[in-house]
């Protein structure tokens, strides 16, 4: 396994030509986040140099579906059934001493101030501030020890402060137990971990089950944990940064704007708020952040989205092949599904179940096994060519989707499906593919040079 953590896998990108490093000292403010947006799903970057800071950065550490594949060594198309055997059989994690763990190699209990440790990006022009977007947050559940892993916006507000936009998933479920009877919850925020942690984490898993365990099952090898110096909880041993701290009960402070994954801004309110208390990283650690938007985000929650969507279309329709989540619906609202079509109405049965299947959908196309979903002109030209709206469209007004979409009423608007699949009872020539016979043999035999031979440049335009 190449990724057995964030120096593994960036020794394997530098090795391979796929890393840019910017040979020049960089400031915080918008130019790591330009440098990373100028890269984006391309290359990794690695800021050796960062203006008033010892400590290096490093952004867009996997921004394509190859870089993803090859984290988890595994062919593309072969990531979503390895994602979902990872959540059916996760592997549990393997504790080691503080002493065995690196993260553990520097302790700061005191004086503890975020902005003169680490060199925490300011991405987008009207962003509140600096934020850690790159950040695992841990939790446990305060009634059954459970872990749980996620990521979330995490806006740096004071010294040792963080403000915290948390949505109603695990992490909200167990703060809100704790705050209920006036307590705060522990937390601990890991920075700096390869591309399968980071992908395990967004994990549309079930409650209780730690994301670290689906990392672990995913890498065919237990992931080496460490209990933190002062909360309860359990962090990657080969990480590079940790903060340990508290999200504080009945305490909320304004946190945003921020440039959200949409490409637009998530508004300023008052949110969550979290204490630092301890931070704990390796000798001379690598600072890691992400560009909200860039393709690493969108990709780190549409991969396993499209894991999840694909288990919960196929228990409704069997014959459901692939979903993609597109990058032009930011990996989230967009969605297209490959099917074999046995019976007439079940491509509209898809539609209806991937409304269901994530409240984010709010654009389906369903088409033919044999179409490329993943090749978006394939995709238009059966919307093209297989649709009628009268017979073909489905929509459904006044639901559910998300709040960062602008155009929605508070998260309230409408959803749309295409059933761009072939009738059944169509003729077999009415939708038979163009094709020229033997293209592969004739590609494959061609000589093909870049430069006309000096006879033919002689022969035509000697004269012109």
């Known amino acids: 396994m190449i990724a057995n953590s964030l120096r593994s896998w960036l020794q394997h990108m530098n090795e391979s030509g796929q890393l840019a490093v910017v040979d020049k000292h960089v400031s915080t403010e918008f130019e790591i986040a330009a440098l990373t947006k100028q890269y984006d799903g ?22 394509t579906r190859s870089h993803f594949a090859q984290a988890l060594g595994c062919r593309e198309e072969e990531m979503i059934p390895k994602f979902l055997e990872a959540i059916d059989h996760p592997l549990p994690t393997e504790p080691v001493s503080s002493e065995e763990a690196p993260v553990h190699e520097v302790v700061i209990d005191t004086d503890i101030d975020l902005l003169k440790l680490f060199p925490i990006p300011i991405h987008q022009e009207k962003d509140s501030g600096p934020y850690i977007s790159a950040g695992l947050a841990i939790v446990r559940d305060p009634e059954t020890g459970n872990q749980n892993v996620s990521i979330h916006r995490l806006q740096v507000s004071g010294p040792n402060r963080l403000g915290a936009l948390i949505l109603p998933r695990h992490t909200f479920n167990f703060y809100k137990k704790m705050e209920e009877k006036g307590l705060p919850l522990e937390i601990a925020i890991v920075i700096g971990v390869d591309p399968i942690l980071m992908l395990a984490s967004q994990a549309i898993a079930p409650l209780g089950q730690d994301e670290l365990e689906i990392a672990g099952a995913l890498k065919n090898a237990p992931i080496p944990v460490v209990r933190c110096k002062t909360v309860n909880i359990d962090v990657p041993a080969h990480a590079e940064i940790v903060l340990e701290g508290k999200i504080l009960p009945k305490v909320r402070e304004p946190e945003g704007p921020f440039g959200e994954f949409p490409a637009y801004y998530g508004a300023k309110s008052n949110k969550e708020v979290i204490e630092i208390h301890c931070v704990t990283h390796r000798k001379d650690p690598i600072y890691q952040t992400c560009l909200a938007g860039s393709d690493e985000n969108l990709l780190l929650g549409g991969i396993p989205r499209e894991a999840s969507l694909l288990r919960s279309l196929k228990n409704t329709v069997p014959t459901v092949r692939n979903v993609h989540l597109t990058k032009g619906g930011k990996c989230r609202f967009h969605m297209v599904v490959s099917m074999k079509k046995r ?16 409240y984010d959908v709010k654009k389906v196309i369903v088409v033919d096994e044999e179409i490329d979903i993943f090749d978006m002109d394939q995709v238009d030209w059966c919307l093209a060519t297989r649709f009628q709206a009268e017979h073909d469209l489905v929509v459904v007004h006044r639901a559910l989707g998300s709040k960062l979409d602008p155009s929605t009423d508070n998260g309230v608007g409408s959803k749309m499906g295409f059933d761009c699949t072939v009738p059944l009872s169509a003729a077999p020539n009415d939708y038979e593919v163009t094709r020229i016979p033997n293209f592969a043999e004739y590609v494959q035999n061609a000589v093909v040079t870049d430069r006309l031979p000096q006879q033919i440049v002689d022969r035509y335009f000697g004269n012109n």
């Open 42 to 63: 391309v290359k990794p970057v690695f800021f050796p140099k960062v203006s008033g800071y010892t400590t290096s950065a490093v952004a867009g550490i996997a921004s």
């Open 343 to 358: 019976n007439e109405g079940e491509a509209k049965n898809v539609i209806l179940a991937a409304f269901a299947g994530h």
